[in-house]
Structures are given as C-alpha cells and as structure tokens.
C-alpha cells in the first residue's frame, strides 16, 4: 500500500514564501504522477500542480502560474514551493499519487489518483 506523508504547511503573511514536501512509501513501480491538490473550507478540492516521475515536464493550474513550482527528488519525494502567497491560497493541500505518468491520465481529475496524503494547513494572511 502507498503511504503519502505531507509537511511544510504554516501560516505566513501575503507575499510570503512556503514550501511543501511530499514522500512516498510502498510504490512497486518507479513510474509515477504526483500532484498537489488544495481545498479551501466551504469550496471544492482543485488542482494545483502534477509532475512524473520520469519527465520534466510540469502541470499548473492558472492560479499558480509564475508564483508556484513543483519539483522532484525521485520517484519517492515531490515539492511545492510557493511564492508570492495570497489570502486566496489558504488552503488544505493534498498530496496525491497514481502509478502512472501524468501523461496518460487527466491529471488534473482527482478521481485519477489512488493515494492521498492526510493533508497539510496552509494559511495566508493579509
């Protein structure tokens, strides 16, 4: 079974900088999608970023283009840094993993992913 542990969430003011790291266990194949997804409270979970394992290619949503980087160790660990945070980036971030490459699934859709980490509180203040 994949285990999907989250870390590097806080609270900062607007303008502030965090970065979130995500690390897997339990995978039995190298090649893998890992995305960061994010729900605010009373909204619906969406998209923010998704990475391969295997590409350098890299997946955002309009809302974080230019202040947002996912970023890879390996198979195992993916990153979020964030930049230039808003008020309307306070969220619950989610770690989410499929075992396959981002390129063969929609992997923006949640329903694509099969592990989900507990989460990590980002809060922004203005």
């Known amino acids: 079974q994949v285990r999907l542990v989250e870390s590097g969430g806080g609270s900062v003011q607007a303008g502030g900088s965090l970065r979130l790291s995500c690390v897997a266990s339990?995978?039995?194949?190298?090649?893998?999608?890992m995305a960061w997804f994010r729900q605010a409270e009373g909204k619906e979970r969406e998209e923010v970023a998704a990475m391969s394992s295997t590409s350098t290619w890299k997946y955002y949503a309009d809302s974080v283009k230019g202040r947002f980087t996912i970023s890879r160790d390996n198979a195992k660990t993916v990153y979020l840094q964030m930049n230039s945070l808003k008020p309307e980036d306070t969220a619950m971030y989610y770690c989410?993993?499929?075992?396959?490459?981002?390129?063969?699934?929609?992997?923006?859709?949640?329903?694509?992913?099969?592990?989900w980490g507990q989460g990590t509180q980002v809060t922004v203040s203005s």
């Open positions: 989410a993993a499929v075992e396959q490459l981002c390129a063969a699934i929609s992997r923006f859709d949640e329903k694509e992913y099969s592990y």
């Open positions: 339990g995978y039995t194949d190298s090649r893998n999608c």
